[in-house]
């Protein structure tokens, strides 16, 4: 199977939060990150999560890893326009960076 | 300014041709990649580099090569381009601190062939 999976598409009203769920493969990924990329532009870090921790919050972005289902996810408080984009989920595998396929966050009004 | 960029930004070629995109970094990193993105595929590693005389294939090398002329610059070639190489191609490099490696990309060149 893939190594990391995440959906492709999520809707959510703004105001409501969102949450974009991903699984990965790799258990001695020693850091597991989010990455966001806006239209028109590169992948940028959103945040990332030490293995050894369950729960990273920075402002309005909540990282849960649930290390024994291999379940990471990213909660964004009072959606906004401006967090429309693409959600890329990565694990560390062998020296690179495994990328998801991406989670595109469509904010409705 | 920006710390890793592209050229050309856009580019447009006919199948058979040999086209270079080419990568520039300000960072200081060893470490640079290329990825291509494709709608519903996500980023796939074409190839990468550790350092100056490092260049290691990544999951779709078949079609592409690299050149690593310095520690800042890294270029991707397409020998004979096919229609499907058609996709945005990015660049990236990273840095490995305290054991957790942050990768920065480029704005992306978006390859057409005809």
């Known amino acids: 199977g893939e190594d990391v999976e995440q959906s492709l598409f999520l809707s959510v009203r703004e105001g409501d939060s969102s949450v974009i769920n991903c699984t990965y493969t790799?258990?001695?990924?020693?850091?597991l990150y989010w990455y966001k990329q806006e239209p028109g532009a590169g992948l940028q870090l959103l945040t990332y999560?030490?293995?050894?921790?369950d729960m990273k919050q920075d402002q309005r972005l909540t990282v849960l890893l649930n290390k024994k289902d291999k379940h990471l996810s990213l909660r964004i408080a009072d959606t906004q326009t401006g967090d429309s984009a693409i959600y890329f989920c990565?694990?560390?595998?062998?020296?690179?960076?495994?990328f998801g396929k991406g989670t595109r966050l469509h904010i409705l009004p | 300014d920006a710390d890793v960029t592209q050229t050309p930004r856009n580019r447009i070629t006919k199948t058979g041709k040999r086209i270079m995109l080419e990568c520039s970094q300000t960072?200081?990193?060893?470490?640079m990649y290329w990825y291509r993105q494709d709608p519903g595929l996500g980023l796939r590693l074409i190839y990468y580099?550790?350092?100056?005389?490092?260049?290691n294939k990544g999951e779709i090398s078949d079609g592409y090569s690299v050149s690593r002329q310095a520690q800042a610059k890294f270029s991707l070639s397409l020998e004979s381009a096919i229609p499907n190489q058609t996709a945005l191609y990015f660049c990236?490099?990273?840095?490995?601190?305290?054991?957790?490696?942050?990768?920065?990309f480029g704005p992306g060149t978006r390859l057409l062939v005809l």
């Open positions: 990236a490099t990273s840095d490995f601190g305290e054991n957790q490696e942050t990768q920065y």
């Open positions: 790799d258990s001695s990924s020693t850091y």
């Open positions: 999560i030490f293995s050894n921790m």
């Open positions: 990565a694990e560390t595998k062998e020296d690179k960076i495994i």
């Open positions: 960072k200081g990193h060893d470490r």
């Open positions: 580099s550790f350092d100056v005389k490092d260049i």
